[in-house]
């Protein structure tokens, strides 16, 4: 059975071009980029190319990229970065209660050894109020950390605000934009912000590689100490196939997005509108519109999520569920609960994201059998009994 693939967020297929890029790096392109002959001449500047890449994708000059293990560092860099270089300043950092955990038991590692975060509520939508942000303020706040976009339910916040809000005060700006980069154009210097974190593997690139953008004259503490790659901010002999690979993703994503979006979008559009059609009592997470194009969660009320999941994995589609991000865990996710969603309701949610090699048929599939599997488990489950009269 060909399987139909509906979790991008989760991460994304490689991109054929993506891998092609990578191959000459795995094999007889290996040399170190440190060494002195000419051939790791080729590989520096092979690593050098895919900085200005992942530089334009973003709107940053080269100099402001650093290569990371992925979304996860890029977050850890910069929070714990900052938090170590500026705790004389102050011991206090502001972040949302819908962050991915990178950031979030990153704060909460902090927490254990003497810093405070406030953990701003989001509204229904997932939107986090810039005038919160503004009221969280203290004299000892030294970072503010909010995601551009959620990966759960995929609310765009209003980051360019949050943005203005910090430096009015002075205070240090980050933003995961683990989401947004390769599906919303992203300028740094038009937001305002201080460092941004994105992951290659996000947008058809390779797992395990990702790159924080550190603005120009911002000195914050690296996390891996040892040779001078990176310019120092993070040592180790660089993934060189895999930072090709992200530079490909990156550029590929640059000429692309817009095409990428024109045909995600509506397939998008189309399963939202039929399964509000065709299954009654669901709910649609997320803000109807400042939503990321590609992302649809829907809480589908007296059943449990992992019960549809199963099913759909039966029928050959993969896509997640609201406690899948807690892996292993059956708590409902955080993000759910934080935008006001019952727990009950929370229990039966499903997260589709979409990406570029969907297509109708993939659409029109989860359409045709998603319906019968809602009715089968409501069939069987008390709280539908009791609830349907
Ligand atoms: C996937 C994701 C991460 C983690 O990125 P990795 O490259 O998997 O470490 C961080 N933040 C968000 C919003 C994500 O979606």
């Not at 203290?138 to 976009?149: E, K, N, P, Q």
């Not at 998008?268 to 299954?279: A, F, N, P």
């Amino acid at each position: 059975m060909k399987e139909i693939y509906l979790d991008y967020n989760a991460t994304t297929p490689l991109d054929p071009r993506v891998f092609d890029a990578m191959i000459p790096f795995l094999k007889e392109m290996y040399h170190n980029p440190s060494s002195l002959y000419k051939n790791s001449k080729f590989t520096k500047s092979a690593i050098e190319e895919s900085r200005e890449k992942i530089a334009s994708l973003i709107g940053a000059s080269p100099k402001e990229i650093v290569f990371t293990g992925g979304g996860s560092e890029s977050d850890n860099h910069a929070i714990k970065g900052t938090a170590f270089s500026l705790m004389e300043k102050g011991k206090h950092i502001i972040t949302s209660s819908i962050e991915h955990h990178a950031v979030l038991n990153t704060c909460k590692f902090l927490e254990k050894i003497g810093f405070e975060v406030t953990y701003l509520p989001v509204n229904k939508h997932g939107i986090v109020d810039p005038e919160s942000v503004r009221d969280a303020i203290r004299d000892d706040t030294i970072l503010i950390s909010i995601m551009y976009a959620n990966n759960e339910i995929g609310t765009i916040e209003p980051i360019n605000k949050i943005a203005e809000i910090a430096q009015e005060n002075g205070i240090l700006f980050h933003t995961d934009a683990v989401q947004a980069a390769g599906k919303i154009p992203i300028d740094v210097k038009d937001i305002g912000v201080d460092m941004l974190s994105l992951s290659a593997h996000k947008f058809y690139g390779p797992k395990g590689v990702g790159a924080l953008y550190i603005r120009k004259k911002l000195r914050i503490d690296s996390l891996i100490h040892g040779g001078m790659q990176e310019r120092g901010k993070r040592a180790g002999t660089e993934n060189i196939s895999g930072i090709v690979g992200a530079g490909k993703a990156a550029e590929i994503a640059i000429n692309e997005h817009a095409v990428e979006k024109e045909k995600i979008k509506p397939l998008r559009d189309r399963l939202e509108r039929e399964l509000k059609k065709r299954i009654p009592d669901i709910l649609i997470n997320g803000h109807p519109e400042k939503r990321l194009y590609n992302t649809l969660n829907i809480a589908v009320k007296y059943v449990e999520g992992e019960g549809i999941l199963t099913f759909l994995d039966f029928e050959g589609i993969s896509v997640s569920s609201g406690s899948a991000c807690a892996s292993g865990s059956l708590d409902p996710s955080h993000v759910l609960l934080a935008i006001g969603v019952p727990v009950e309701h929370a229990h039966g949610s499903l997260r589709f994201s979409l990406g570029k090699y969907n297509t109708e048929d993939d659409v029109n599939k989860l359409i045709e059998v998603l319906p019968g599997i809602v009715e089968k488990l409501r069939f069987m489950s008390p709280l539908w009994k009791s609830n349907a009269v």
